[in-house]
């Protein structure tokens, strides 16, 4: 039904994030090259870097750990896309390519859909250490690129980027993107070792490594994808809400071939559910307090409980 190989064309009524193109780049929002990345700004990596691979073994899954080490991440500075996609490319079909900052959602499905994860072509200042609002390259290749690696989770990736083509049709971004945001980005996964993270969103943050699997104050809920589809999120602040999934496997058929048409018929434009909410219909793992975020959050300085 959909030409995945072309870049979609969404109409002027489906609801979109107004990104303005840089006018030296093609429809696609790739740059012609990477960066070159100054010495203060490798170094600067390898210090992001360091910092989360001391907070993160017990925290995250095996995968991850498995991924950084076929990619050689370990060896100093920001990765070459070119060397990372040597060797990513015959594990999964996948490439990393460098893109300005966030790119429209068309845009980004379309590069999905083909295999292609876009990655900020710039590093976070100093002055950003802790939270930066968009995604730069420590968070779009250390956070994500080692999943890619792992054939089920590349998959699930893959089928995502093309479940793309039907949230257009359907006007439904918003529900899709909760879906990312609470897999790709906050996603949490059981393992015989105990729960562990997967999504890029934790793996690259030093205050919410921890507190997505020992704090008091989140929900953790099992995966239900039509529910978390109906689900708001936090984009600037630690989340309310984790969706924890038994394995890859389980995720990859989640999505795969999923009628998402009707979800979409059944859904209005708003979410149905607000982040800290617990249903009935849940199988809840851990029923949180609320109370980092009823002291305030981040805008508060409340301590992350």
């Given at each position: 039904?959909?030409?995945?190989?072309?870049?979609?064309?969404?109409?002027?009524?489906?609801?979109?994030?107004?990104?303005?193109?840089?006018?030296?780049?093609?429809?696609?929002?790739?740059?012609?090259?990477?960066?070159?990345y100054s010495l203060e700004?490798?170094?600067?990596?390898?210090?992001?870097?360091?910092?989360?691979?001391?907070?993160?073994?017990?925290?995250?899954?095996?995968?991850?750990?498995?991924?950084?080490?076929?990619?050689?991440?370990?060896?100093?500075?920001?990765?070459?896309?070119?060397?990372?996609?040597?060797?990513?490319?015959?594990?999964?079909?996948?490439?990393?390519?460098?893109?300005?900052?966030?790119?429209?959602?068309?845009?980004?499905?379309?590069?999905?859909?083909?295999?292609?994860?876009?990655?900020?072509?710039?590093?976070?200042?100093?002055?950003?250490?802790?939270?930066?609002?968009?995604?730069?390259?420590?968070?779009?290749?250390?956070?994500?690129?080692?999943?890619?690696?792992?054939?089920?989770?590349?998959?699930?990736?893959?089928?995502?980027?093309?479940?793309?083509?039907?949230?257009?049709?359907?006007?439904?971004?918003?529900?899709?993107?909760?879906?990312?945001?609470?897999?790709?980005?906050?996603?949490?996964?059981?393992?015989?070792?105990?729960?562990?993270?997967?999504?890029?969103?934790?793996?690259?943050?030093?205050?919410?490594?921890?507190?997505?699997?020992?704090?008091?104050?989140?929900?953790?809920?099992?995966?239900?994808?039509?529910?978390?589809?109906?689900?708001?999120?936090?984009?600037d602040d630690l989340q309310?809400?984790?969706?924890?999934?038994?394995?890859?496997?389980?995720?990859?058929?989640?999505?795969?071939?999923?009628?998402?048409?009707?979800?979409?018929?059944?859904?209005?434009?708003?979410?149905?559910?607000?982040?800290?909410?617990?249903?009935?219909?849940?199988?809840?793992?851990?029923?949180?307090?609320?109370?980092?975020?009823?002291?305030?959050?981040?805008?508060?300085?409340?301590?992350?409980?």
């Amino acid at each position: 039904m959909y030409d995945y190989s072309i870049l979609p064309e969404p109409s002027t009524s489906v609801f979109m994030a107004c990104l303005k193109k840089p006018n030296h780049l093609s429809d696609d929002w790739l740059e012609k090259e990477q960066k070159q990345y100054s010495l203060e700004e490798h170094n600067y990596w390898d210090k992001l870097y360091k910092r989360q691979m001391d907070i993160l073994p017990g925290l995250a899954c095996d995968q991850f750990f498995e991924g950084l080490k076929l990619l050689d991440f370990d060896q100093g500075g920001v990765p070459d896309f070119n060397k990372t996609n040597e060797i990513l490319d015959p594990l999964t079909g996948w490439s990393v390519v460098a893109v300005p900052e966030l790119v429209p959602d068309h845009v980004f499905f379309y590069h999905l859909a083909n295999k292609r994860f876009p990655a900020g072509n710039f590093i976070r200042s100093e002055e950003e250490e802790k939270y930066i609002e968009l995604p730069d390259v420590f968070h779009d290749v250390f956070g994500h690129v080692p999943m890619l690696t792992d054939p089920n989770f590349a998959r699930y990736m893959e089928e995502y980027g093309k479940a793309g083509w039907k949230a257009l049709e359907y006007n439904r971004l918003k529900a899709l993107s909760a879906l990312y945001w609470y897999t790709v980005e906050f996603g949490l996964i059981n393992t015989d070792k105990g729960m562990r993270i997967y999504g890029a969103g934790i793996l690259s943050s030093a205050v919410e490594s921890s507190y997505s699997l020992e704090a008091k104050s989140p929900n953790r809920i099992h995966l239900n994808v039509d529910r978390v589809m109906r689900t708001d999120y936090k984009h600037d602040d630690l989340q309310q809400s984790y969706f924890v999934i038994d394995d890859f496997d389980e995720l990859f058929k989640l999505t795969q071939g999923r009628p998402f048409e009707q979800i979409y018929q059944k859904i209005g434009p708003a979410f149905q559910y607000a982040p800290p909410a617990v249903l009935e219909v849940d199988h809840v793992y851990h029923h949180g307090t609320q109370e980092y975020q009823q002291r305030g959050g981040k805008p508060s300085g409340a301590t992350p409980v």
